[in-house]
């Protein structure tokens, strides 16, 4: 029998960062599909406080959950795991208690791809059926970062 002091501890209020990424895969791929919580939710048999449990990693997501999301979501249960950084996963299985400090922004919160707006955009983007139309928005967006990244950051002349 193992000794529960050498065990990692949990940080109290502070999601594990594998949860937190499975999560917001999940979210990701749920917004992407325009499914609401509470739709996904009605699926699975789960209120869409539980589902929004999961999206933050608050709430662990058994195995059979995992399964159960990954037909309803018509993907391969691997997609919760992709793009999966070294960070993240070298600190599964648990936190060790000090790793973060009060008020530190953690790297997962950084993710472009976690904001609700990107999603939106993307939902949008893939809404376009004229396959030329969507060609030339990307090259317009393409374009339009590449000038804010090129252009120094000076006032507006007004």
């Not at 949860?19 to 917004?31: A, I, K, S, Y």
């Not at 976690?114 to 949008?124: G, H, S």
């Not at 252009?151 to 007004?158: A, H, L, S």
């Amino acid at each position: 029998m193992r000794n529960k002091k050498t065990l990692p501890k949990r940080i109290t209020g502070v999601p594990n960062a594998v949860d937190v990424h499975v999560g917001q895969r999940l979210r990701l791929r749920r917004t992407l599909l325009g499914l609401s919580q509470e739709k996904l939710g009605e699926a699975l048999g789960l209120t869409f406080q539980q589902v929004q449990k999961y999206e933050r990693g608050t709430n662990r997501i058994g195995a059979s959950r995992l399964y159960d999301l990954a037909k309803v979501l018509d993907i391969d249960v691997g997609y919760f795991f992709n793009e999966m950084t070294e960070e993240v996963s070298h600190r599964s299985p648990g936190q060790i208690r000090g790793m973060v400090e009060e008020g530190e922004e953690l790297p997962f919160q950084k993710d472009p791809m976690a904001r609700r707006e990107t999603l939106e955009l993307v939902r949008a983007y893939y809404k376009i059926d004229d396959g030329t139309v969507r060609r030339r928005l990307l090259e317009m967006a393409k374009t339009l970062g590449k000038v804010s990244l090129d252009t120094p950051d000076t006032p507006e002349v007004e």
